[in-house]
């Protein structure tokens, strides 16, 4: 199907709109609407009209499959980051869970201020202090026995306000993109500033994102023969961090082209959005913005997580749209427990 | 269609070998042999019984498609590394070339050595030598800027013995090879000691295998706006070098699981050959042995361009295929000029 007419210059971007609107009503041949759970409006209209654009062969804006690439912060973006990032609470469970074998973390910092239930004190001893968690939870194993303590925690784990697990505080509006986007060809990826091996083990399942489609901060790995059996260690170093000027560096890294649409929710991914949006041809760019106080928690400029700043004033600027939570989405978080 | 009776305990390794070999021959499903640059034989014949047990639906050794991963070092085992690996020529070239605006070069080592075309003394220099001279050639530009210089050298460069293009010498079964797997459901990727970056503008046209299938080792990246354009310089330092033990790691830091083949030409593949073997379910692991003196150039133990000692001593022990050149390939290099 050719849709250039979606393109032409004599069209307004409402009339655009309503037609890209056209295209996801009930017809033979699309008949259900892709993103149930974006109220109709300029954000998903964003969405279906850059689609229908890059999709269409033979138009201005057509991108060959290779090139559809869509890259999606995780944390405040795909799920829920609020009161405090999923993988810090991991880091606080676990120094819990290890510390009847570590008797001198009651009187050693920072583990004592998490023991004490202390985070004002944990957070306050900044970067040192979290690096001394994260070589105490994250490294001293192997990658296959890692994977398994994230995906036991993450399946007894509750968020402390909704009482339900972590990788269930998923947004079921972005579900439905990733899943328009891969139905319309393309390849879906997550470029977080947490750990990609933090993700990896239950990304596939909960946003149908494979393991190599999965970008993040990166631990020290050592290749090892222990006992004949190779195996890969996690050691103390940071060896990544993908946060900032480090997602356009990630990225390439790992697919050595340009994405050509990308989502994120704070000022961590603002050169994301930026080096993106700045590519050839067409491209989306669209921020989270966590407005909706009742069914999430409303946040932006002064908040210690996901804060949005920067990248909140230069988003007209730059062309970025800004989803309203409150006001684009119909639903925040699937059922629970599933129905 | 079902192939269990592949892989039953009572079939000998022949029987097994001769069933595969039906399954190429002409008939109405499958109407050409799709490796007919192998000789039949014992390496042939691993390929193809690996590839209908682990594709075969309800088999013992079925892997699905998500884990149909196979990895392929570059030099020496996708193309020719000798008489100097490709992106060593590419350096001199480069030196060469920039050298007019260098004046100090003919004063200053390791430049001096390389513009008076001695190269023991360029290699005598060792680590230090070549990041000097990685600095001069392969960092100070953008990644764009990269790409092109990668490209206009490769298509204007002519290998100093076969007179034809580095990219022309690509050997013919290992392009089979790659096809015939992706036929069959796998992602192939390049694991290469090389740059990921120089590999990465041709792989694609030579191998089938796109930007995002290209692990290897790497240069730091800087994410920089420079006149209001984002752009991803490349800086002197070197962030990761993907050789030998590094090889398991940087395809576990990028795909985040283990490959089930692996296929490489030297000691620099061993941990990479060893990790993805040690594996759990069917495996394959081959080593190309350049056996082939009047066709290519035979060398293994003593040469110090891809090293073939350790490797060779184990593969045995550790099940992996040794692949004869001069015996299995029946040929070596697609015609050129092409046909």
């Known amino acids: 199907m050719r849709r250039r007419w979606f393109r032409g210059p004599d069209l307004s971007p409402w009339a655009a709109a309503i037609l890209a609107f056209a295209l996801i009503l009930p017809s033979p041949g699309f008949a259900e609407d892709p993103l149930p759970s974006w109220r109709d409006g300029a954000s998903k209209a964003a969405i279906v009209e850059f689609v229908a654009a890059v999709t269409a062969e033979g138009g201005q804006d057509f991108v060959p499959a290779?090139?559809?690439l869509a890259v999606f912060d995780n944390d405040g973006t795909l799920w829920s980051e609020q009161p405090i990032y999923v993988?810090?609470?991991f880091v606080l469970d676990r120094i819990r869970e290890l510390s009847p074998a570590h008797p001198e973390w009651k009187e050693t910092e920072p583990f004592k201020s998490v023991l004490?239930?202390?985070?004002?004190?944990?957070?306050?001893?900044?970067?040192?202090g979290i690096a001394?968690?994260?070589a105490a939870t994250h490294a001293g194993m192997d990658t296959d026995a890692f994977s398994d303590i994230v995906l036991t925690w993450l399946t007894s784990a509750r968020h402390p306000k909704y009482a339900r697990p972590y990788s269930s505080l998923v947004y079921q509006p972005m579900l439905e993109l990733l899943a328009y986007l891969r139905a319309n060809g393309f390849r879906t990826y997550?470029?977080?500033?947490?750990?990609?091996?933090f993700m990896r083990p239950w990304a596939e399942k909960s946003y149908g994102v494979p393991p190599d489609q999965v970008i993040g901060s990166m631990i020290d790995?050592?290749?090892?023969?222990?006992?004949?059996?190779?195996?890969?260690?996690r050691e103390p170093g940071i060896d990544f961090v993908d946060d900032g000027p480090g997602k356009p560096v990630g990225i390439y890294r790992q697919l050595g082209e340009r994405p050509i649409a990308a989502f994120g929710n704070s000022d961590g991914d603002y050169q994301m959005l930026e080096w993106v949006t700045a590519g050839e041809g067409r491209r989306l760019g669209m921020i989270v913005h966590?407005?909706?106080?009742l069914r999430e928690t409303?946040?932006?400029?002064?908040?210690p997580v996901g804060k949005l700043d920067k990248a909140l004033d230069d988003a007209a600027a730059k062309g970025w749209h800004v989803i309203d939570m409150k006001a684009d989405w119909l639903a925040v978080f699937p059922a629970w427990p599933p129905q």
Chains 1, 2 share one sequence.
Do not use: C, W
């Open 290 to 293: 966590h407005t909706d106080e």
């Open 190 to 197: 997550i470029v977080s500033g947490g750990g990609a091996d």
């Open 221 to 233: 790995l050592k290749y090892e023969v222990q006992d004949g059996k190779p195996v890969l260690m």
């Open 132 to 134: 001394k968690l994260l």
């Open 87 to 89: 993988q810090f609470a």
């Open 66 to 68: 290779q090139g559809r």
């Open 298 to 303: 409303a946040y932006d400029r002064d908040s």
């Open 116 to 128: 004490a239930g202390n985070i004002k004190n944990v957070m306050a001893q900044g970067e040192k």
